[in-house]
């Protein structure tokens, strides 16, 4: 029979499972793909909030972030919203903040008993001459939901800081050219909108190589 301290000991565990489930499938059948082609109506609607707009996007994409909803979606959704400029404002700091809550979650109920049980879990801060922040960064770029990525990050020994600093940075790319593109299918003629995709084109090839080698040059000189 499991005594009642290994059933308390087991909890959190079973708590983080039983979250990831059923983000899992909110995400699954939640009709969140279809957010895009509502851009409009979601526009509209905001826009009768008045000031109020950008507050309840920026906690709305942050909690649907936090649950697994994909961010490029989040990103599109808030370019094609309010335009690029404060579209990758809001949903650059609305997608951090989801990751960072399901981080919290994640540490909080199941950092100390997984690494109990195995203590060689996920030591991503354990890379020879790099720091923390750079292996978040690393993380942020594996093909992987961002969801399980904040949850396995808080698994592990990187610090709160080292987080947000390798997420802020990881997830510029590919949400400055999400919010690109959703800004530019929103435009009123063809040559804005070829305008708008073509600097996402090259934002997606070349942003990338730019932090890749300001990354590179900071190894250099910490080494």
């Known amino acids: 029979m499991i005594s009642k301290k290994k059933i ?17 499938f909110i995400i699954y059948a939640g009709p969140f793909k279809e957010l895009l082609s509502q851009s409009h109506h979601i526009k509209n609607g905001l826009a009768e909030t008045g000031n109020a707009a950008s507050i309840i996007f920026l906690l709305g994409a942050a909690f649907l972030t936090s649950i697994g909803v994909p961010r490029l979606i989040l990103c599109s959704l808030a370019g094609a919203v309010f335009d690029f400029k404060l579209g990758i404002l809001l949903s650059h700091l609305a997608t951090i ?10 540490r909080w109920l199941g950092r100390a008993s997984i690494q109990k049980r195995f203590p060689k879990i996920i030591s991503l801060t354990q890379y020879s001459q790099i720091s923390g922040w750079y292996s978040v960064f690393l993380m942020r770029q594996l093909p992987i939901s961002g969801l ?5 990050l808080g698994l592990s020994t990187v610090n709160h800081l080292n987080f947000l600093v390798g997420t802020f940075i990881g997830f510029l790319p590919l949400g400055v050219t999400a919010t690109l593109v959703g800004a530019g299918v929103i435009q009123a003629d063809l040559a804005t909108i070829a305008r708008y995709l073509a600097i996402a084109a090259f934002t997606f090839y070349l942003l990338p190589l730019f932090l890749k080698y300001i990354l590179a040059q900071w190894r250099i000189k910490n080494l």
């Open 97 to 106: 903040m989801g990751a960072y809550l399901s981080f919290v979650v994640a």
């Open 8 to 24: 308390f000991n087991r909890l959190p565990i079973v708590l983080l499972i039983v979250l990831m489930a059923v983000s899992g």
């Open 148 to 152: 399980y990525n904040s949850i396995l």
